[in-house]
T-cell receptor, first 113, second 113 residues
Framework: NAGVMQNPRHLVRRRGQEARLRCSPV?????VYWYRQLPEEGLKFMVY????????ESGMPKERFSAEFPKEGPSILRIQQVVRGDSAAYFC???????????FGQGTRLTVV | SQQGEEDPQALSIQEGENATMNCSYK?????LQWYRQNSGRGLVHLIL?????REKHSGRLRVTLDTSKKSSSLLITASRAADTASYFC?????????????FGSGTRLLVRP
């Protein structure tokens, strides 16, 4: 299966810890998007990356959140000093060219206790 | 910014009936996409309709787009219990060098067997 792979699927962190979410895009895709979803809500855009570059991080909180998409390896969404309000499902999507069909991963469900 | 808004928020129908979901958006688009999300899972791309298209079919799915009214509809004919899911419309937002999909809040469809 050459789809978008996210891991872990479930992540539990205590308040104040760091959460690292990984996303391997479809092979050959250079555009990666991260979204956040609260229960019973739609997906909220966080950040758009191309290889080694952050193109648009307008949806990502300025503090505690960071994202990268290195030349080699998966894209990483990093949340430092997590708080209860960070509990959500985080989805990664990739596309071969911008804004065509986006392929989504199964998401990482972060629970902060 | 929230671009697409789906209507209704929830829909319950009997198996075999048709289901119609609507999406309204605010700004000009290049294309509009519909996605499906089963509970606890990632999003699956259903169909993409370009701004110069008025109607598109894919199996039991029919999508219409009215750019003058800034609205789209998704029709699922002869529904099945397996169609139970949340359905989201997504529009493209292109600003500077950034491309991103903006999702609505979704329609939760329940198909009763």
């Amino acid at each position: 299966n050459a789809g978008v792979m996210q891991n872990p699927r479930h992540l539990v962190r205590r308040r104040g810890q760091e959460a690292r979410l990984r996303c391997s895009p479809v092979k050959g895709h250079s555009h990666v998007y991260w979204y956040r979803q609260l229960p019973e809500e739609g997906l909220k855009f966080m950040v758009y990356l191309q290889k080694e570059n952050i193109i648009d991080e307008s949806g990502m909180p300025k503090e505690r959140f960071s994202a990268e998409f290195p030349k080699e390896g998966p894209s990483i969404l990093r949340i430092q000093q997590v708080v209860r309000g960070d509990s959500a499902a985080y989805f990664c999507a990739s596309s071969g060219v911008p804004i065509t069909e986006a392929f989504f991963g199964q998401g990482t469900r972060l629970t902060v206790v | 910014s929230q671009q697409g808004e789906e209507d209704p928020q929830a829909l319950s129908i009997q198996e075999g009936e048709n289901a119609t979901m609507n999406c309204s958006y605010k700004t000009s688009i290049n294309n509009l996409q519909w996605y499906r999300q089963n509970s606890g899972r990632g999003l699956v791309h259903l169909i993409l309709i370009r701004s110069n298209e008025r109607e598109k079919h894919s199996g039991r799915l029919r999508v219409t787009l009215d750019t003058s009214k800034k609205s789209s509809s998704l029709l699922i004919t002869a529904s099945r219990a397996a169609d139970t899911a949340s359905y989201f419309c997504a529009t493209d937002e292109i600003m500077d060098s950034s491309y991103k999909l903006i999702f609505g809040s979704g329609t939760r469809l329940l198909v009763r067997p």
